[in-house]
């Protein structure tokens, strides 16, 4: 038996009445993911442990078979091991965005305009990160660059007690709120506010708004926290396999899982990524060598974030017709038994812009299961409706390998 789980990053969410109050996903048209909601097993799990933030951390955690409770360190450790930055015991590292913020006013009174700065490109980002280093990095304290808006700061033997705020949480709100507090959190907001003074008037973003972009005129210091130990998927699971994402956060949980990491040319995280071209290197990779596969896509979510309902639709189409789609009809035909996973990692509502903890649902089918001549949909509603809940999410990959 092989087995693929497909991930639809952020798809679940709350009716909305432009959409005839369905949800997002009733409205989309999805005919893979209700074949499979209608020929295998339906229903919704608990990927967020009750007092754990609901974020892609701890619900990825989850999904991939790992109680957060009891490996959840932070976020951010996650980004670091994909970008190759190797954290000692003492080390903390922090999620780093490059933001845009309101002008005029004193840092504090600033607005959170977009927390992804237009989707700066990696290229632009490598210039402020390199200007953010140099002024602000220390012994202590230095910044990597990753990939678009996404970096990582790692401060040395730092405290960890802090309260941090997700700047996608805070979109159009004034961040006076939100800023770092906990143990030194001064040092934090000073950062802040002095990469603002580096980077509102830095070349890249003069470029930017002379083209109509929004400029990523400060870092925002978020997601910490230290290096987890993880048992490795194969000594959990007894299978060899890969991980597909364009997010570090998800490629870095593969990593700690002893997991391979796939890359896909043209794949962006975004609703542009190339969504079949995951799909065929799934496909690839489970007639080869490998028994399982974790494919995330990541573009639902950011269509979230930023209220696009439009976009959202579209990204959980193209997940249905170019990622479900593509690895059914691959696998129809294989040589092997397989288990096909579709699952939402968390909600995030188009009406909140954020991640919120209610259970999503999911849908396991294995190749020789019968038809049952049922007609269920793949979403919220039809989920709950089966009855089926399994309330601690990381026992759900039990359920998808071991069958119990």
Not at 154 to 176: C, F, K, M, N, R
Request: contains cysteine.
């Amino acid at each position: 038996m092989k087995y693929i789980v497909i991930v639809g990053d952020g798809m679940a969410d709350y009716p909305m009445k432009e959409l005839g109050d369905k949800t997002a996903l009733q409205y989309a048209r999805t005919p893979s993911f209700d074949r499979l909601a209608a020929q295998g097993e339906l229903g919704v799990v608990k990927t967020i442990p009750g007092n754990l933030p609901p974020g892609s951390d701890t619900a990825n955690l989850s999904v991939i078979g790992y109680d957060p409770l009891q490996y959840y360190t932070g976020r951010s450790p996650f980004e670091a091991v994909s970008l190759g930055v190797e954290l000692e015991p003492a080390d903390v590292s922090f999620r780093c965005n490059l933001v845009t913020l309101s002008d005029d006013e004193p840092y504090g009174s600033k607005m959170m305009k977009d927390y992804c700065s237009g989707e700066i490109t990696t290229d632009e980002a490598k210039e402020l990160m390199a200007a953010v280093n140099k002024e602000l990095g220390t012994e202590e304290i230095d910044f990597h660059c990753g990939f678009n808006y996404r970096h990582l700061m790692v401060w040395h033997g730092a405290p960890d007690q802090w309260e941090l705020t997700p700047p996608h949480d805070i979109s159009g709100q004034a961040i006076s709120s939100y800023l770092p507090a906990g143990k030194e959190s001064d040092r934090l907001r000073l950062m802040m506010e002095q990469s603002y003074n580096i980077l509102a008037d830095h070349p890249v973003n003069l470029k930017r708004v002379e083209k109509g972009l929004n400029p990523a005129n400060s870092i925002w210091i978020w997601g910490n926290g230290k290096k987890p130990l993880l048992p490795t998927f194969k000594e959990k699971y007894g299978l060899k396999g890969s991980v597909i994402s364009a997010v570090d956060l998800v490629k870095g949980i593969g990593l700690f899982a002893g997991l391979n990491l796939i890359n896909v040319e043209g794949a962006t995280g975004n609703l542009d990524t190339n969504y079949r071209g995951k799909a065929e290197a799934a496909l690839q990779a489970l007639k080869s060598s490998q028994d399982f596969i974790y494919l995330h896509v990541e573009a639902p979510d950011e269509c979230s974030h930023r209220f696009e309902t439009e976009n959202k639709i579209r990204a959980i189409e193209a997940i249905d017709q170019e990622v479900v789609k593509t690895v059914i009809d691959g696998l129809r035909n294989s040589e092997f038994d397989y288990s096909i996973l579709m699952i939402t990692d968390h909600y995030t509502p188009l009406s909140l812009g954020t991640h919120t903890r209610e259970p999503v649902p999911f849908a396991i089918y294995r190749s020789g299961d019968p038809d049952l001549g049922r007609e269920l949909k793949f979403d919220e509603t039809s989920a709950s409706g089966t009855g089926l809940y399994i309330d601690e999410g990381y026992r759900l990959m039990d359920r998808f390998i071991k069958q119990v």
